[in-house]
């Protein structure tokens, strides 16, 4: 089993950044891969970026290319997600993710584990 606790969410005005972390603890955390989606008022939820945690492999959607950056500290077990130049479209509650099979469950929308989420507020 898998935690994950996602922290760093707030209230930016457009063009500004903020930083979320997701803490992962339990046995098999650290062979997970880990990604971030996000769930906006009234739409579905998608995808946004993930990262391999044995390897330097990184996968984003196309509306965040270019402005977001996934990493991770693995002495801390924890993934960040750098988001710059922020829009108003990027509002959301955004979701920490982990799967033990890798960046492809990740990706594909099914990670078997997931945190509680936390609010991004992207002001005009």
């Known amino acids: 089993q898998v935690q994950l606790v996602e922290s760093g969410g707030g209230l930016v005005q457009a063009g500004g950044s903020l930083r979320l972390s997701c803490a992962a603890s339990g046995r098999t955390a650290s062979s997970c891969a880990m990604g971030w989606f996000r769930q906006a008022p009234g739409k579905e939820r998608e995808f946004v970026a993930a990262l391999a945690w044995s390897i330097r492999s990184t996968n984003y959607a196309d509306s965040v290319k270019g402005r977001f950056t996934i990493f991770r500290d693995n002495a801390k077990n924890t993934v960040y997600l750098q988001m710059n130049s922020l829009k108003p479209e990027d509002t959301a509650v955004y979701y920490c993710?982990?799967?033990?099979?890798?960046?492809?469950?990740?990706?594909?929308?099914?990670?078997?584990?997931w945190g509680q989420g936390t609010q991004v507020t992207v002001s005009s």
């Open positions: 993710a982990a799967d033990q099979k890798g960046t492809s469950a990740v990706v594909g929308g099914s990670p078997s584990y």
